[in-house]
C-alpha cells in the first residue's frame, strides 16, 4: 500500500486509464499531498471527448482531474505554514511569480501558468501529489474535505462576481444553472445581491437553483429569440438586471446577456463557447453597458474558503453523486452525460469521510 499510487491518466480521446505512477519527489517549496477528493469538471470531461479545449491540445498521456482536496503527507524544508497531517485545498494553477502579470498581482493571466490537468501539465486525481505549498489553503476542521474541493468552482463565481461587482442591492442575472452558474448564484447572495434570477434549459437544474435561494428561474429553449427572452427576465424582475453573468457558453447567452442587461450595467463572461461568436456590440457600447471576461480566479480562494467555513455558502447541494477513484470511468460518465441529475460528481481517492472531522 505505502508505494500504491493508483493514478487516473488521460492518454488520449476516450482513452482514460488508471495506472500505477511513481509517488513524486517534492523540492523545498512543495508539499506532497495524500489526495483526499476530486471533483470532476467540464473541462476533464471535455478532454476525454474531444482531446482539446482551444490551443490546449493533449499531445501525451496527462493526469486529469483539478478540484481537489488532500492532506499534507511531506514537507519541503522551507514550508513554514503547513504540517505534515493537515487538510488542505490546492488551487491547482501555479503561476511563474516573476512576470508583470504575477508582480501585478493578477497571476490568472501569467503565461507561463503550469495548471493542473491543462495540457502539458499533469493534474491531480492521483493518490500522491506534489503542489507549490503556497497554493494549498489549510482548512478548518468543520469543512470537509469535499467543501475544499469545491473551492475551485467557487472561486470561479467568487471571481465572476468581483469582475462584474456585485453588491448591495445588486440586481443580479445569472445566465446557466450548471456548477458555475450555481456558485456564483451563491456568491452573489453571500455578496449582497437584492435579486437573483437565473436560467436554463434543464428544469431539475433550475429546481437546485431555487433551492439554493434564486430570486426567480427561467426555463429557455435553445431557439428562443433573446431580445424577446430578455423582455421577458425584465418583466419578471420586475426591474432590469445591472449584472448579468453569463455562465453556459452559447453564442446565444452571450447575445442574450448584453440584451438584458440594463445601461450603464456589466456584463461577465465566464462561459467558454465558440472563439468568435455574433454579439450585440453596437447594443452594448451605446448603452455603456461593460463586457468583461473571467479568466479562473486570482486571489480568490481565501474569500472561497471564508465563505464556505462561515456558513454563508453552502456548496454541498451541488454534490449528486460520489465515487471511488477505482470507479473513475463509471465517475466520468455520470458526469459526462448528465446520468441521475448529475451536477457535481465527486471521486474520493480515499475511502469517503476518512478526513472528515464531523
Ligand atoms: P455546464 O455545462 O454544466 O453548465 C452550463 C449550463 O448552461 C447547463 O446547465 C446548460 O443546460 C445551460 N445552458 C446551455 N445553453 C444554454 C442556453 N442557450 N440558455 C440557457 N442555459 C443554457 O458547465 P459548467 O461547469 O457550469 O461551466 C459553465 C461554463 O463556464 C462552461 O462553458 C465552462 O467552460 C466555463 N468555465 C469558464 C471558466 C473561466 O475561467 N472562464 C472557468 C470554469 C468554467
Ligand atoms: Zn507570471
Known sequence: MANDNLTAVLHGIE?????????????????????????????????????????????KPMIIGHEASGVVAKLGKDVKHLAVGDRVACEPGVPCRYCDHCKGGKYNLCPDMVFCATPPYDGNLTRYYKHAAD????????????????????AVGVHACRRAGVGLGSKVLVL????????????????????????????NRLDVAKELGATHTLLMDKDDNVEEIAKQIHQIMGVEP????????AESTTRLSIFATRSGG????????????????????????????????????????ALVATGKVNVKRLI?????????????????????????????VQPKDTNNKK
Not at 146 to 154: D, N, S
Not at 242 to 249: A, L, R, V
Not at 276 to 291: C, F, Q, S, T
Not at 324 to 348: C, L, N, P, Q, W
Open 15 to 59: 482513452d482514460l486509464r488508471l495506472e500505477q505512477r511513481p509517488i513524486p519527489e517534492i523540492g523545498d517549496h512543495d508539499v506532497l499531498l495524500k489526495m483526499d477528493s476530486v471533483g470532476i469538471c467540464g473541462s476533464d470531461v471535455h478532454y476525454l471527448v474531444h482531446g482539446r479545449i482551444g490551443d490546449f491540445v493533449l499531445n
Open 135 to 154: 497554493f494549498c489553503y489549510k482548512l478548518p476542521d468543520h469543512v470537509t474535505m469535499e467543501e475544499g474541493a469545491l473551492l475551485e468552482p467557487l
Open 176 to 203: 446557466g444553472a450548471g456548477p458555475i452558474g450555481l456558485v456564483t448564484l451563491l456568491t452573489a447572495q453571500a455578496m449582497g445581491a437584492d435579486q437573483i434570477m437565473i436560467t436554463d434549459l434543464v428544469q
Open 242 to 249: 445591472d449584472k448579468t453573468i453569463d455562465c453556459c457558453g
Open 266 to 305: 456589466c456584463v461577465v463572461i465566464v462561459g467558454m463557447g465558440s472563439p468568435e461568436p455574433k454579439i450585440p456590440l453596437i447594443n452594448a457600447l451605446a448603452r455603456e453597458v461593460d463586457i468583461r471576461g473571467v479568466f479562473r480566479y486570482c486571489n480568490d480562494y481565501p474569500a472561497a474558503l
Open 320 to 348: 449528486t453523486h460520489h465515487f471511488d477513484i477505482t470507479e473513475t470511468s463509471k465517475a466520468f460518465e455520470t458526469a459526462r452525460y448528465g446520468h441521475g441529475g448529475a451536477i457535481k460528481v465527486m471521486i474520493h
